[in-house]
C-alpha cells in the first residue's frame, strides 16, 4: 500500500539502491540500513511496515537481527540473501522470517511479494478475514482457536504463533478434512503465486506442528495427504464452533 514505510537491511550497496528505487516507485517510505545493531534499533524506531533484510551482515546477521525484531514486533520480514542453500532458508524461516527470496533476484518479483505481504497485512489489521466479529472460537480436542483474540492454547497452555502460523492454522482448521494442494495454500496465505517453491510453506507446517502437535513426529492435527499437500485432521462430531 502507497505510504507504508519498508525498511531495508542490506551491505551492499548497489542492492540497497536498486531495491529503494523500486520501493519508491511505488510509493512506500523507505528507510535502510547496512548493520544488523542499526536494523534492530530502526525497527523500534521507525516502526516499519514490512522489513527486507539480508543475511549477512557482519557482526550481527540478518538471524539474529530477526530473533531480536521478532520479540517485541510480528511485521512481517521478507530475507533476501545470496545464500541459497535449503538449510539457511530453513533456518531463516523458522526464526521467523515470513518469506525467502535469493539473489539475483528479480526486482518485479521482490515488489510483488512486498505488496502481497502488505495487503495480508492490512486485511489482518482490519480484523479480516477470520470475521473476528463473528466471535468465533473453534475448539478440537486438546486445541482451541480464539480468532478474535488471536490465540491459541494447547491443554490449556497458550502457545505463541507468528502471524503466518496463526493464518495457516486458521485456514486449515477452518475447513477440516479438506486437503490443499501446497501451491493453493501457500497462495491463500501469503497472497502471491509460490513460483514452484513451496519451501517457505513446508518450513512453516513444520514450525507449527512443533508448537500444536502432541508429538510432531506423527502429527494429529495438520497431516500430510501425500501427493497433494496438507489437511486439518480431525474426527466425525469432534470440534465445534463456538459463538
Given at each position: ?17 536498486l ?60 530475507f ?95 475447513t ?17 503465486d ?11 507446517v ?38
Amino acid at each position: 500500500m502507497a505510504g507504508s514505510k519498508i525498511l531495508v537491511v542490506d551491505d551492499e550497496t548497489d542492492i540497497t539502491e536498486l531495491i529503494s528505487l523500486y520501493m519508491e516507485r511505488e510509493g512506500y517510505l523507505v528507510h535502510t540500513t547496512d548493520n544488523g545493531e542499526d536494523a534492530v534499533a530502526l525497527a523500534d524506531s521507525f516502526q516499519p511496515d514490512l522489513i527486507i533484510l539480508d543475511v549477512q551482515l557482519g557482526q550481527m546477521d540478518g538471524f539474529d537481527v530477526c530473533k531480536l525484531v521478532r520479540q517485541v514486533s510480528d511485521v512481517p520480514i521478507l530475507f533476501v540473501s545470496c545464500k541459497s542453500d535449503d538449510t539457511d532458508i530453513i533456518h531463516g524461516l523458522t526464526v521467523g522470517g515470513d518469506d525467502y527470496m535469493t539473489k539475483p533476484f528479480s526486482p518485479s518479483q521482490l515488489v510483488a511479494r512486498v505488496k502481497a505481504h502488505l495487503r495480508r497485512q492490512s486485511v489482518n489489521d482490519r480484523q479480516l478475514p477470520y470475521d473476528r466479529a463473528a466471535g468465533e472460537v473453534l475448539r478440537f480436542d486438546g486445541l482451541v482457536i480464539d480468532l478474535p483474540g488471536r490465540t491459541v492454547h494447547v491443554k490449556g497452555k497458550e502457545v505463541f504463533l507468528s502471524t503466518k502460523e496463526f493464518e495457516l492454522l486458521v485456514r486449515l482448521a477452518k475447513t477440516p478434512n479438506r486437503a490443499f494442494a501446497l501451491d493453493d495454500l501457500y497462495t491463500i496465505v501469503w497472497g502471491h503465486d509460490s513460483m514452484g517453491d513451496t519451501r517457505t510453506l513446508m518450513v512453516h507446517v513444520s514450525n507449527l506442528r512443533k508448537k500444536i502437535e502432541p508429538d510432531p513426529a506423527n502429527p494429529i492435527y495438520i497431516v500430510t495427504v501425500r501427493g497433494v499437500g496438507y489437511k486439518f485432521n480431525i474426527k466425525e462430531g469432534n470440534p465445534h464452533v463456538q459463538r
